[in-house]
């Protein structure tokens, strides 16, 4: 859960929404680095470990059809709506695999990104509903290249940096990516762990 700043003057709240199973993967040790060094930073940082939390990713058939149906469509997951509603900021860390989400992340958004909280719809149209959101970022892993990423239209890539980004107001955004991880040397690794430990300091 929460984790308190260090500095005297805190930059805000950041929600860490975490994403993959295995601590001693490559993305654990991003996600160390990310906590860490915001904590240190002067960021009240609220780590969201989904599957260390045990969150349940499916969408119920229960709550498919409340779906629309504000404010008791939050009801199931009402403690993790609170905890995006009082973030400032929102940094994303998880693996890339078949080149989409990690279903328990793919499922934090069916359930959490909820009519009411992540948009409004405004005569029929979209509005953003999480304008307390003023930083967004994603920190990726990705077994393949770049390019395989791309000739894949790179869906998690857009995903943050168009629907999130977009259910989250328009903040300052990036997509902080580490590819070819099927291949990377320990020297590559340790210096994708510094460009996200310069990242997350410059927040």
Known sequence: MSSASTSTAPKGRVLVLYAHPCPESFNAAVHEVVVETLAKSGWEVDDCDLNREGF??????????GYHDEPENI???????????????????????????????KGFLDRVF?????????????????????????????????WRAIQNA???????TRAVWYACGMPKKKYIACYDMNRNTEPKLKAHLERVRREMEAM
């Open 56 to 65: 349940f990713p499916v969408l119920t058939e229960i709550e498919r059809r």
């Open 114 to 146: 909820l009519p009411g909280v992540s948009f409004k719809l405004i005569d029929g149209k979209v509005r953003p509903g999480l304008t307390n959101i003023k930083k967004l970022y994603a920190c990726a892993t990705y077994g393949g290249t770049r």
């Open 75 to 105: 009801e199931p997951v009402r403690p993790y709506v609170e905890r995006i509603q009082a973030a400032d900021a929102i940094v994303m860390v998880f693996p890339v695999w078949n080149f989409g989400y990690p279903a328990i992340l």
């Open 154 to 160: 790179d869906p998690p890539r857009k995903c943050v």
